[in-house]
C-alpha cells in the first residue's frame, strides 16, 4: 500500500510541476511571476490572485474590490450591501461598485462584474487580455 500512495503523491506533485511550467514566467521589476498567479502593476509592483478573484493595487497594497475600495491612493472599507458613497480618484468623483481607481487618479469600470485593469490611458478586461507593459496587451 505505501508504495501505491508514494506514487500517487509522485505523480500529483509532477502533474503540478508540469502544468506550472507550461505557462510563461514573466517580469515584473526585477520578480519573475506566473500571469494566473499574480498581477504587475506599474511594471513594478505585484499583487496576488486569489480563488480567481484578482486583487489591485492601492498605495503600497493589494486589496480585493469585494472588501475595500480604492480612495486616493487610500484603502476604504467597502460594504456592497451598504449604502452608495461617491470616492474620489484624482479629481474627479466615483461609486465603488461601478469603477475602481487606478493610480490615485485613473478610472476603469466594472464589466460584468469584474474590474478592468489600466494599459497607458485605456482600461482592459484581465479576461480577454495579458499585461506585457505600460503599452502592451496580448
Known amino acids: 500500500m505505501a508504495p501505491l500512495i508514494y506514487f500517487v503523491l509522485t505523480a500529483l506533485v509532477a502533474g503540478v510541476v ?24 506599474d511594471d513594478d509592483f505585484l499583487c496576488p490572485i486569489i480563488n480567481g478573484d484578482i486583487n489591485l493595487r492601492c498605495g503600497d497594497a493589494c486589496y480585493s474590490t469585494s472588501q475595500y475600495s480604492c480612495s486616493n491612493d487610500t484603502l476604504v472599507s467597502y460594504d456592497p450591501n451598504g449604502p452608495e458613497t461617491l470616492e474620489d480618484c484624482g479629481d474627479a468623483q466615483f461609486y465603488p461598485d461601478q469603477y475602481v481607481c487606478l493610480d490615485g487618479d485613473f478610472l476603469c469600470p466594472f464589466i460584468d462584474g469584474n474590474a478592468t485593469l489600466r494599459c497607458g490611458d485605456a482600461c482592459y478586461p484581465p479576461s480577454q487580455y495579458k499585461y506585457v507593459s505600460a503599452i502592451s496587451l496580448v
Do not use: H, I, K, R
Not at 507550461?22 to 519573475?32: I, K, R, V
Open 18 to 41: 508540469v502544468a506550472q511550467s507550461s505557462e510563461d514566467l514573466l517580469s515584473c521589476g526585477s520578480a519573475m511571476y506566473y500571469p494566473s498567479q499574480y498581477t504587475c502593476f
